[in-house]
């Protein structure tokens, strides 16, 4: 099946550090993207998405120049958390489509569990 | 305002079990329903349902969707403790040219020995 690897799976860094959370689709094309966040017994809230080699869409609420997203190729996502402080703590996953309308599932990564000092 | 919500919020049973998970839907231009299994990371694909009435099934597994009443159900029979994760229910919608899952809050499933 769709595999899709998420990097690093945990990260602990000082506040106002930036971290950079990767996500690969390893065995298909993955045109989008999702970003989503996800905190402790709750679901998923999308953050993002983003098409290859455009800009991403933000959900409303989600600050843009503090979650940068880049989708430079289509097996590369990455969202950047700057100057990060601790109520950005939290876990993050990724997904990847093959498609951009719904035809196909969601593949998910492993997702980041982001710990702020 | 989209939402999905799913209950119970949380059941735990006994091996042997059947248990059935609840979502309900409120989207415009809904395009799909889709089940997920969590537990301790990703989610796991299960089913996407897209017409009503039609059960999909795999294994102990089955689900079906009701695109009248806006509902979709999931039942697993003979639970086993592997079946203890967190069942996502997601209904995709389409917006400005793609599309997006709107999640719900999920039912936490605990199957004892």
């Given at each position: 099946?769709?595999?899709?690897?998420?990097?690093?799976?945990?990260?602990?860094?000082?506040?106002?550090?930036?971290?950079k959370i990767?996500?690969?689709?390893?065995?298909?094309?993955?045109?989008?993207?999702?970003?989503?966040?996800?905190?402790?017994?709750?679901?998923?809230?999308?953050?993002?998405?983003?098409?290859?080699?455009?800009?991403?869409?933000?959900?409303?609420?989600?600050?843009?120049?503090?979650?940068?997203?880049?989708?430079?190729?289509?097996?590369?996502?990455?969202?950047?958390?700057?100057?990060?402080?601790?109520?950005?703590?939290?876990?993050?996953?990724?997904?990847?489509?093959?498609?951009?309308?719904?035809n196909?599932?969601?593949?998910?990564?492993?997702?980041?569990?982001?710990?702020?000092? | 305002?989209?939402?999905?919500?799913?209950?119970?919020?949380?059941?735990?049973?006994?091996?042997?079990?059947?248990?059935?998970?609840?979502?309900?839907?409120?989207?415009?231009?809904?395009r799909?329903?889709?089940?997920?299994?969590?537990?301790?990371?990703?989610?796991?694909?299960?089913f996407?349902?897209?017409?009503?009435?039609?059960?999909?099934?795999?294994?102990?597994?089955?689900?079906?969707?009701?695109?009248?009443?806006?509902?979709?159900?999931?039942?697993?029979?003979?639970?086993?403790?592997?079946?203890?994760?967190?069942?996502?229910?997601?209904?995709?919608?389409?917006?400005?040219?793609?599309?997006?899952?709107?999640?719900?809050?999920?039912?936490?499933?605990?199957?004892?020995?």
């Amino acid at each position: 099946g769709a595999v899709v690897s998420q990097h690093p799976s945990w990260v602990i860094c000082k506040s106002g550090t930036s971290v950079k959370i990767e996500c690969r689709s390893l065995d298909f094309q993955a045109t989008t993207m999702f970003w989503y966040r996800q905190f402790p017994k709750q679901s998923l809230m999308l953050m993002a998405t983003s098409n290859e080699g455009s800009k991403a869409t933000y959900e409303q609420g989600v600050e843009k120049d503090k979650f940068l997203i880049n989708h430079a190729s289509l097996t590369l996502s990455t969202l950047t958390v700057t100057s990060a402080h601790p109520e950005d703590s939290s876990f993050y996953i990724c997904s990847a489509s093959s498609r951009r309308n719904s035809n196909q599932p969601q593949h998910f990564g492993d997702g980041t569990r982001l710990s702020i000092l | 305002e989209d939402k999905v919500v799913q209950s119970p919020l949380s059941l735990v049973v006994h091996e042997g079990d059947t248990v059935t998970l609840n979502c309900s839907y409120e989207v415009t231009n809904f395009r799909s329903l889709l089940w997920y299994k969590q537990e301790k990371k990703a989610p796991t694909f299960l089913f996407m349902l897209t017409s009503s009435g039609i059960e999909k099934k795999s294994g102990r597994l089955s689900s079906i969707l009701d695109k009248k009443e806006l509902f979709s159900i999931l039942n697993i029979t003979a639970t086993q403790t592997g079946d203890s994760a967190i069942y996502l229910c997601a209904s995709t919608l389409s917006t400005s040219g793609t599309y997006k899952y709107i999640f719900g809050t999920g039912t936490r499933l605990k199957v004892l020995a």
